[in-house]
């Protein structure tokens, strides 16, 4: 009887290669997909909410979902933005000065926006996070 | 014989509440006892002269048929007089008088009166009896009256001793005037022994022996005796003066002596007059007939002055005036009387009608309170009606006092201590002033029922002066006291309250302090504005109540807020922070969210604060508290006066200028309270 031959690739070097593969096709996927982060560290919703004051100066990357926009002016606007990914976070306000061309944003817009907090304790939008 | 027994009574009846210092007669000014040996007649008055009697001095009239006496402008019944019912519920007390003194007293007053007996014919019984006087006057019941009577006897002597001497001086005077005469006469006969012969002649002598009494002009006129000489001379001249000097001695003395002797006389029959006003009667009697021995003249009028009290008493009873011996058969009668109500007195106790023997040892007692018969009652007699005349005074003193409960206790209490006893006068007098007073009473009731308060005092007044001690009395007047203590009370209450700021306690006793105050504008109008905010209030704390119970979101928020309103306007009212409390624990995430944003705001941290009042406004969307904030921090950050859309508004844009060159300078963040 004739012997039958081997094959030459072995199934579990074959599935940690696929696995490779996904997990390198997710992760592409998402890099590509939001964006790159801006180089500042993530507002402490908290921390805000107890003492704005203390982080005056500061720059931090803040993401969330616009609940209202309190007032328009042309100066800017303030808006109250529910931070977090989900949206269900304290709110928090957000002033956005006219320059940023945030005239457009409306009700459940998902915002990404680097701010500083101003003298007042009020996040300020440097700029807006595409 | 009527008239003469009304006379008595009324005479005793002067007597009985003076015993010892009545005014006897008007005498004249110097009757006086101390004003000289005169007037020792009354020398047992013991009393200043000034001194009034317990009722007055003036006389009383006397009805005996009601035994009531006119007396000082006042009537009064016998049976009322404080002064003889303390009397005589002493003597009922009284031991009677059965010691050996008091029987040799009796015994010796009883020997003088015999003595002087008209019936005795003993020509020395005036001697006797005199002698026996010093002998009573020393026993303490007689009270020196025998000792005044042999003192007036005495001075009886003295005078008629001065009569004696008075008739030999009268005498004197009559030997010496004839002696004068004769002497007279002869001068008058003295011849000049140069006299003229043509003149002479016995006949011109019997001639002026005759004229010259006559005051011896007839030898001037017939060319007489030259002077010097007979008639001209100053001898005959001084013979004729004291002639005259004689003539208008003796008349004086003559009326001199008349006097003296009705002096003596006046005063005898004063000190038989009092006698008889102290009830006196064994010593009236005795004067009177010591006086009809020593004068001889008892049918002779008293002298009595003319409209003195004494005087009308007896010529209104008698029609004239009496004598020593009307006196002495009145004092008898008035013995007699008082031996026959003794008797009686007796008898009636035996019978047990306490009530009638009572009223006739009474009338014994005030007319012969002295006499032996009234001292001598045996007290175990006495004292069968001691306990009723006890109860019989105090039953005046309550009438009299107007206490008519005590009035009525005792009178059923006499009814029952004696079957005789009379009570129909008394019970209607208690009866009719009763039911006067309640009548008044019941008017005042229905008066101040109707607020007419100040003719309800009146009536009460009316009561209370009909029977003072009423007690229904306190009923009709406690609603007038506890009226007047209402308000006053309710006024410093509310007064306290307001103090207080508990306008709770105001509330609840609205309408009280309400009445209170009606008058007081001040204080109505701050009851009216207390009463409007509690309602007003109240009504917030229901209402919240209910807006609680909905099944909606966010009622008890908005219960809560409209809490919080009221509370800032009314921050005192207790009732209204716990129901605020009541809420801060319901919505206690909305109203931490609310605090912590004014907390954060105040110390100048607007974007916290800002957070948390949308953290709020999240929590309770509709909050106005939470909006009203929220847009008052968005002015400071961002004017609304050139808002382009403004949440706080609706979400209407405005309209201003948006480039960017005329837009304000946006407003500094101050530390502020957002919800201010």
Sequence with gaps: ?130 | MKTYSLTLRAALALGLATPAFAQVFNAPPAAPADNGPSNTTIAQKEEKPAQRNVLGNDLPAMDPSSEVAIWDGKAWNINDNRVFSARFERYLGEPEAKSAADAAYISTIREILDLLSPLNTDRDKMRRAVVLLPVAAEHPQDARLCDALLNAIFRVYLSKRNQNDYDMQVKAMKDEAERLRWKGDMKAEERSLTTNPAGGGSSSRNSNSRRAPQGGGGQAQGGGAPAGVATNSLEYEGIVKRLVEIEVLSKAFDAKNELSELKTKTEFQLLIGQFFMQRRFEHTIMAARFYNQLFQDGQATLNLKEDSDVSRIFGEGLGGSPTVSTIDTLANEAMSDVRRGIETFNYLVDRGELWNGFRRLQEAFAIGEYMPEVRTLPRDRKQKVQDFARAMFKLTASLEAKDFLLAQELIDQLKKTATDYDSTKFEAYVKTNTRVSDMHLAQAKLLFSQGKVDEARGEVQKAMEVWPTNPKIDDAVQPVMEQADMKNKAVTDFDRLINDRNYRAIMREKEKFGAAVFDDEPRKASLNQIVTNLIKIDTAIAQSRELETRAVPGAKYAAWEEIQNLVAEFPDDAELRIRAEELSRAASEFVVALQRANDLSKSGNTGSALAMLMEARRIYPDSRRAKDAITRILDRLLPADNALFDESTGGSATTSTTTSDTLPARAPATGRDPFE
Excluded: C, H
């Design chain 1, 1 to 130: 009887m004739a012997r039958r031959a081997q094959s030459s690739v072995s199934p579990v070097v074959l599935l940690i290669g696929l696995a490779f593969l996904a997990a390198a096709a997710i992760g592409g996927f998402f890099m590509l997909g939001k964006g790159s982060k801006p180089d500042y560290p993530p507002l402490n919703v908290e921390d805000f909410r107890k003492n704005s004051l203390s982080q005056r100066g500061n720059m931090y990357y803040l993401e969330g979902t616009v609940d209202r926009r309190d007032r328009v002016t042309a100066q800017g606007q303030i808006i109250t933005l529910l931070p977090g990914a989900d949206g269900k976070e304290a709110p928090i306000p957000v002033f956005l000065p006219a320059g940023l061309k945030g005239d457009n944003i409306e009700s459940g817009y998902r915002l990404r926006v680097v701010v500083e907090i101003n003298k007042d304790g009020l996040p300020e939008a440097r700029s807006i996070v595409k």
